[in-house]
């Protein structure tokens, strides 16, 4: 199993674009979740999914749009990037077999 | 709202000790607790996934315990080497869904 992965690994973007971060799990985990992670402030949750076809709004959703077509794929898309959106977006999977959580390796995003 | 704390923010530490970090939850109604493993750049990988029931969990040279009552976990690292150098986050699961809070996370440097 290649786990989840998410693509691309770093990008730059300039205020007011916008781009979909990819991500994709092989493990048939039904939920899943995007986090992002700032210094001195640990990881919140922006959106998560129960299942395909089914999306709801984490702790900081503003600015990001989610869509669960597929149980394999869960992609994130900011609609108008904005310099506070700079960070470290990480995705995770959840096996409610062993209760356990399963990141990616992140994507390190920057808005100028 | 639950929240998670750990304690300390940073560490260092010369090769070959033995240490604790700490991890407080304000809400005892927990889930799960897991630890993970955080190295500059990267994902998070999961140490030991205690159960609400569970007391401890161990691997290797990990061990952490869980005291719900309390809202306390401990992740104990014995004979620290250099390699062991990373961030340490906890996160918990409530009982009313699958979403986990993320504590700060403790540095540790283990220095040769």
């Known amino acids: 199993n290649a786990g989840v992965t998410q693509t691309p690994k770093f990008q730059v973007l300039k205020t007011g674009q916008s781009m979909t971060l990819q991500c994709a799990q092989d493990m048939n985990h039904e939920y899943m979740s995007w986090y992002r992670q700032d210094p001195g402030m640990g990881l919140r949750l922006i959106h998560y999914?129960?299942?395909?076809?089914?999306?709801d709004q984490g702790e900081v959703p503003n600015g990001y749009n989610v869509s669960r077509s597929t149980t394999e794929d869960f992609p994130l898309r900011l609609l108008s990037a904005a310099p506070s959106q700079t960070s470290v977006y990480f995705c995770?999977?959840?096996?409610?077999?062993?209760?356990?959580?399963?990141f990616g390796p992140g994507t390190r995003l920057t808005v100028t | 709202k639950q929240e998670v704390t750990q304690i300390p923010a940073a560490l260092s530490v010369p090769e070959g000790e033995n240490l604790v970090l700490n991890c407080s939850f304000t809400d005892s109604a927990i889930y799960n607790l897991q630890w993970f493993r955080q190295d500059p750049g990267k994902g998070l990988t999961s140490l030991l996934l205690i159960q609400s029931s569970q007391r401890e969990q161990t691997s290797g040279r990990l061990n952490a315990s869980l005291d719900k009552s309390s809202g306390r976990s401990t992740l104990y690292i014995a004979a620290s080497q250099p390699g062991d150098s990373a961030t340490y986050l906890c996160?918990?699961?409530?009982?009313?869904?699958?979403?986990?809070?993320f504590g700060p996370g403790t540095r540790l440097s283990v220095l040769p």
């Open positions: 996160a918990v699961r409530d009982n009313y869904g699958q979403n986990f809070v």
């Open positions: 995770a999977s959840f096996d409610s077999r062993t209760r356990g959580k399963y």
């Open positions: 999914s129960v299942g395909a076809g089914i999306t």
